[in-house]
């Protein structure tokens, strides 16, 4: 009778881990050096065309500031230096090109930002078609500036078929001629149309950013909604508020269309940006307008980096 041998089986040792390489701070350093690398070739091609769009023909214009030219004597060019620049500020019309400017972009920001506050409260709130409401409040600032101008000075304010005209009749006002007795106030109210959805998108961004659990707790603590609005919510919206008033002025700086449609400079509305058009192609003075051009880019330079700083400030204090 054969008997089977059972096998028992030989215990093997384990296999050894492989080690891990330790992460340095150098290798770490080496990654975000690449991660760096790889994101400016990515931004490359658009940096070139920004500055082939943008600083080359800034370029050209300095070059063309401190040229003595003429449109009407087209080949007749020398070096002027410094005296386009010495031209436009001693020329009468520059300072109250500067204060047209103000009083325009200054009125226009100031009932723009009250106005684009009132409907971000409003759009804050949940109702029925707000999705719609929003789409429609919005569209103000889509419209060409040209087209506004145009809706504005004939279908608004014309002195025999505005619409203003019309509804000043049925409370027994005679018509007003908007263009010509208050151009002033004919550009505020184009460029207030325009600009106040762009001020309610900034605003009711920061009135969704508002931590809701404060609110309920101000509820709770018996506080009313007129003192939530006052002491809590608008210190919340102040440097949204900032936000929205710096870029709003860089961009009304420049506007030009409303004013060469609806009054040519007359009236006070002669902006720095009117005045700069004017000396170029009525004046068929380059250089000096060239002057202009760079005065208003340093301008604008000036109120776009009040803007950026508010901006990194937002961000620094939400990442807070």
Do not use: C
Not at 217 to 224: E, I, L, R, T, Y
Not at 240 to 267: C, H, R, S
Request: cysteine-free; overall charge positive.
């Amino acid at each position: 009778m054969s008997s089977t041998v059972e096998e028992t089986p030989t215990l093997q040792p384990p296999k050894a881990e492989p080690k891990r390489k330790k992460t340095t701070m150098a290798d770490l350093k080496g990654q975000d050096l690449a991660q760096r690398k790889f994101g400016r070739k990515l931004i490359m091609p658009a940096l070139v065309v920004a500055i082939l769009v943008t600083q080359i023909p800034f370029l050209a214009t300095i070059y063309y500031s401190f040229q003595d030219w003429n449109l009407a004597r087209p080949n007749e060019r020398s070096f002027a230096g410094f005296s386009n620049y010495v031209a436009v500020i001693t020329n009468g019309a520059f300072l109250p090109s500067i204060w047209a400017t103000i009083r325009i972009v200054g009125g226009s920001m100031l009932l723009s930002l009250l106005l684009g506050l009132v409907l971000a409260v409003l759009l804050d709130r949940e109702f029925k078609g707000r999705a719609l409401a929003r789409t429609l409040l919005i569209t103000p600032f889509l419209v060409m500036p040209a087209a506004a101008a145009l809706i504005w000075k004939y279908s608004l304010l014309d002195v025999n078929t505005g619409m203003m005209n019309w509804a000043l009749g049925l409370v027994g006002i005679d018509p007003i001629a908007w263009n010509t007795d208050l151009p002033a106030t004919t550009i505020v109210f184009t460029l207030t149309w325009q600009y106040t959805p762009f001020m309610m998108l900034i605003l009711l961004a920061g009135l969704q950013s508002q931590s809701g659990e404060v609110l309920e707790a101000a509820d709770v603590d018996g506080a009313s909604a007129f003192q939530t609005f006052r002491f809590m919510t608008l210190p919340h919206l102040r440097t949204y508020a900032e936000l929205a008033i710096l870029l709003g002025t860089v961009f009304m700086i420049q506007v030009f269309d409303p004013i060469n449609i609806m009054t040519k400079g007359a009236g006070n509305t002669k902006t720095i940006a009117y005045l700069l058009y004017e000396r170029a192609f009525i004046g068929q003075q380059v250089g000096e307008a060239a002057a202009y051009g760079v005065i208003t880019v340093i301008l604008t330079i000036v109120f776009a980096t009040l803007a950026l700083r508010t901006m990194f400030r937002i961000f620094t204090e939400e990442g807070r």
